[in-house]
T-cell receptor
Framework: EPEVTQTPSHQVTQMGQEVILRCVPI?????FYWYRQILGQKVEFLVS????????KSEIFDDQFSVERPDGSNFTLKIRSTKLEDSAMYFC?????????????FGPGTRLTVL | GENVEQHPSTLSVQEGDSAVIKCTYS??????FPWYKQELGKRPQLIID?????GEKKDQRIAVTLNKTAKHFSLHITETQPEDSAVYFC????????????FGSGTRLLVRP
């Protein structure tokens, strides 16, 4: 069964550094998402992406964040200048949304630790 | 803004008993309500979902009910087993431009052998 994949599984960085988190969505999916989960808390929506542009973003997704689909398979989340509070698990998800099926499939996550 | 409330935050049951987790949502335009199970350090896994055109859905030991008027939906797990122990999240999604999921705060379920 196809799965969403993410790399790296764990990223440690210094405050102020840039990080890029990578995702490979399921191949025939058209909608892509990034969510984050601070340790012990709920999953929070960051951004959705469709047809090569952002379709919606949350208040969390400020100017330090950007997303890109550089080729036909990868979907990346960039944090330009990381802050301590960016430490969290970041999940990528994708959806086909065919026939009104909203089901989103999650990747295994990237644990980001900002020191 | 959109919000999903989930209760209880923790739930401990004896193996074989039933477990019920409840959620309420604020956006009346929401029409898709999935439930995810998350084991420690793992990704959320969809276990069951329901759409607004039905009131109940069942899959073996798991069932979900939806009351659109009251904006409530619930997860029911019968004959619980120790491997059901995990954190369960409800979520809601609407027909807006992105179909984003708004998650509840999670319920930590412990099934005691």
């Amino acid at each position: 069964e196809p799965e969403v994949t993410q790399t790296p599984s764990h990223q440690v960085t210094q405050m102020g550094q840039e990080v890029i988190l990578r995702c490979v969505p399921i191949s025939n999916h058209l909608y892509f998402y990034w969510y984050r989960q601070i340790l012990g808390q709920k999953v929070e929506f960051l951004v959705s992406f469709y047809n090569n542009e952002i379709s919606e973003k949350s208040e969390i997704f400020d100017d330090q964040f950007s997303v890109e689909r550089p080729d036909g398979s990868n979907f990346t989340l960039k944090i330009r200048s990381t802050k301590l509070e960016d430490s969290a698990m970041y999940f990528c998800a994708s959806s086909s949304l065919t026939s009104g099926n909203n089901e989103q499939f999650f990747g295994p996550g990237t644990r980001l630790t900002v020191l | 803004g959109e919000n999903v409330e989930q209760h209880p935050s923790t739930l401990s049951v004896q193996e074989g008993d039933s477990a019920v987790i409840k959620c309420t949502y604020s956006d009346s335009a929401s029409n898709y309500f999935p439930w995810y199970k998350q084991e420690l350090g793992k990704r959320p896994q969809l276990i069951i979902d329901i759409r607004s055109n039905v009131g109940e859905k069942k899959d073996q030991r798991i069932a979900v009910t939806l009351n659109k008027t009251a904006k409530h939906f619930s997860l029911h797990i019968t004959e619980t087993q120790p491997e059901d122990s995990a954190v369960y999240f409800c979520a809601a999604s609407g027909v807006d431009s992105s179909y984003k999921l708004i998650f509840g705060s999670g319920t930590r379920l412990l099934v005691r052998p």
